[in-house]
């Protein structure tokens, strides 16, 4: 699918990450929405992207809130064929605290965000594409995912965070799999470390030491290489049902 012809929801697409895609998509002639619950990141970032894009306020862990706003920002977009979602949120803390175990409800809202919340964008998202007209090789759609490769090395009080990444990776060929008769691609990406605005508070000496941790190169990842990566998937109709991990060959020790 040519990045010109891109018609895309994009969670958590104020900021971070999902900022860098819809910057990236939209300078290649891509039409967003951006969704997220941050209304005033939300304007920044209509105001900088321009017509193209658009900011719907959006909960992923809604069923009913996804649904809506998907068909919503199809009919403003007049259609869509890609979904990314990037939404998610760190969810740390150990499973044996000092004081006493996680309370369970952290668990829950880490996974509600992180899975329920990609979860429910792909399902709204292929139930609208599958209408879509087929285009080369019957192709209708194209669903990117979020993980982390936390979900292979989760550290010691990321138990949560980990779990919900290794959910997000395990939907990606099972989803592959079934919508391969609709024509949607599914295709997840694991990021490693990567410069977003939670690294810009770090002392100097932390931020150091985090890069030094990467092999080659020795940095932490810009928003705008995953950027070129989901585009890359988009555009690449032989990309589906797998994981890109993009890490600069970092393998997270335990703590």
Do not use: W
């Not at 194209?142 to 490769?149: D, G, L, N």
């Amino acid at each position: 699918m040519q990045i010109d012809q891109i018609k895309a929801v994009i969670t958590g697409g104020v900021s971070g990450l999902g900022f860098a895609v819809a910057r990236h998509l939209v300078a290649h002639g891509a039409k967003v929405t951006l969704l997220d619950i941050n209304d005033d990141k939300g304007a920044s970032a209509i105001a900088e992207l321009g017509n193209a894009a658009s900011y719907l306020r959006t909960d992923v862990t809604s069923e009913s809130d996804v649904v809506a706003t998907l068909e919503q920002a199809a009919a403003g977009m007049g259609g869509l064929n890609a979904a990314i979602s990037c939404a998610g949120i760190l969810g740390a803390g150990r499973v044996l605290g000092k004081e006493a175990p996680m309370p369970l409800k952290a668990f829950e809202t880490t996974i509600k965000v992180n899975l329920i919340g990609s979860f429910n964008v792909a399902k709204a998202a292929a139930d609208l594409m599958q209408h879509n007209a087929p285009g080369e090789d019957g192709e209708r759609g194209v669903i990117v995912q979020t993980a982390s490769i936390a979900a292979y090395e989760g550290q010691i009080g990321q138990a949560a965070y980990a779990a919900s990444k290794g959910g997000v990776i395990g939907l990606t060929l099972p989803m592959a799999r079934e919508f391969a008769r609709i024509g949607v691609r599914v295709m997840t990406i694991a990021p490693g470390v990567f410069h977003t605005p939670m690294v810009d508070g770090m002392p100097t000496q932390v931020y150091e030491s985090l890069c030094a941790q990467v092999p080659y190169p020795s940095r932490l990842g810009t928003p705008e290489e995953f950027a070129s990566t989901v585009a890359f998937i988009l555009e690449n109709r032989y990309l589906n049902g797998s994981v890109i991990r993009i890490d600069g060959a970092i393998r997270l020790a335990p703590k």
